[in-house]
């Protein structure tokens, strides 16, 4: 069996979680940093999508990031992250659609004729609220140890936070703020963030992790 292309671009929240899963699982891959303003041509025929992360494992092309998490879980789950009840499926749904579209209209709404940012991080904010109150009395969205969830929703609160941290570390959301800081000083968030080279056709591999 050759080892799993997996095209990722750093900073992508989506792309970010698709590493935890497979770092988690303790699966090499090759890993191949896409610069999305100058895309190479193999991943361009290899993603369906255009997008990342998109992850090749022998004929087999997963282009959906919690496709991977879940692919890479299926092949080896030491930390039990897939042990988690159906309202953890419900989170991470609620995070990639209505939470991730008022994000998306909130940090980028010069893209959208009709965002206005207070109002998107209003209609963001209630879903922070949710979780906030889901984390109150423990360490993760389920109990003490992390699961799916945890890792399938943290880079988008990060990704929230980022967009004015000022604003995001007023808020009255002790729980959130605890977790999210516990996720971004964890060696495995490090270890996950390491900057590779641009990839371009033809270049020597990569692994990750490294």
């Not at 699966?27 to 992850?55: H, I, M, N, Q, W």
């Not at 939470?99 to 940012?117: G, S």
Request: net charge negative; charged share 20%; with cysteine.
């Amino acid at each position: 069996m050759t080892r799993p292309v997996l095209y990722s671009f750093r900073r992508c929240p989506y792309a970010m979680r698709a590493r935890l899963a497979l770092a988690s699982a303790g699966l090499s891959v090759e890993l191949r940093e896409v610069v999305l303003r100058d895309k190479p041509a193999a991943f361009l025929a290899t993603s369906p999508s255009g997008t990342v992360p998109c992850l090749k494992a022998d004929n087999n092309v997963i282009d959906e990031s919690l496709d991977i998490m879940l692919w890479a879980l299926s092949q080896n789950d030491p930390e039990s992250l897939l042990d988690m009840p159906n309202e953890g499926h419900a989170l991470i749904a609620t995070t990639d659609g209505p939470f991730k579209t008022a994000l998306d209209r909130y940090k980028y709404h010069t893209r959208y004729d009709d965002a206005d940012p207070e109002t998107e991080r209003r209609k963001a904010s209630s879903h922070l609220v949710v979780l906030n109150q889901q984390l109150a009395g423990q360490d993760w969205l389920f109990g003490p140890n992390p699961c799916l969830a945890d890792l399938a929703i943290l880079p988008f609160v990060r990704q929230f936070a980022m967009t004015d941290r000022h604003w995001f570390d007023a808020q009255g959301w002790p729980n959130l703020h605890r977790w999210l800081e516990t996720f971004l000083a964890a060696p495995r968030f490090a270890a996950i963030m390491t900057k590779y080279p641009q990839w371009r056709d033809g270049d020597a591999p990569t692994l990750f992790p490294s």
